[in-house]
């Protein structure tokens, strides 16, 4: 298996024992980002802008695997209060156009660092 491990500066550094994204074949499995802004390593205030961030994130990822959002196959969405759904949606609805990937929303007691969303993709570079 060829397993390359994808990184970029335009999103912020793994705060574990993790990769941005690990590029397989021509999948890209991207690790879960919050609305940390990569340049101060802060996060966002508000659900509005940790929202922003995290799809801001997942795109520089995406950028740094050779591809773009329109290739995620898959997202998935946790959430500390799932009354921003609607919210979600319209923030989504920025950042994608139809065919629009699959989706999962969870909603999770807590998140890295305060955080109150956190974000995961599949892309297919194929």
Do not use: W
């Not at 793994?14 to 499995?29: F, L």
């Amino acid at each position: 298996m060829n397993r390359k491990t994808i990184s970029t500066t335009n999103a912020p550094a793994a705060i574990g024992v993790y990769s941005q994204a690990m590029r397989v074949g021509d999948t890209v499995y991207c690790s879960g980002q919050i609305g940390l802004a990569p340049e101060s390593g802060l996060l966002a205030e508000g659900f509005e802008a940790q929202a922003v961030r995290v799809f801001e994130n997942l795109k520089a990822v995406a950028e740094a695997a050779g591809g773009t959002l329109a290739q995620i196959a898959r997202v998935t969405i946790y959430m500390t209060d799932l009354t921003h759904f609607s919210k979600v949606n319209e923030i989504m609805a920025r950042y994608f156009t139809e065919p629009y990937p699959a989706r999962a929303a969870v909603g999770v007691k807590e998140l890295p660092r305060g955080a109150l969303i956190e974000a995961d993709a599949i892309l297919f570079l194929g």
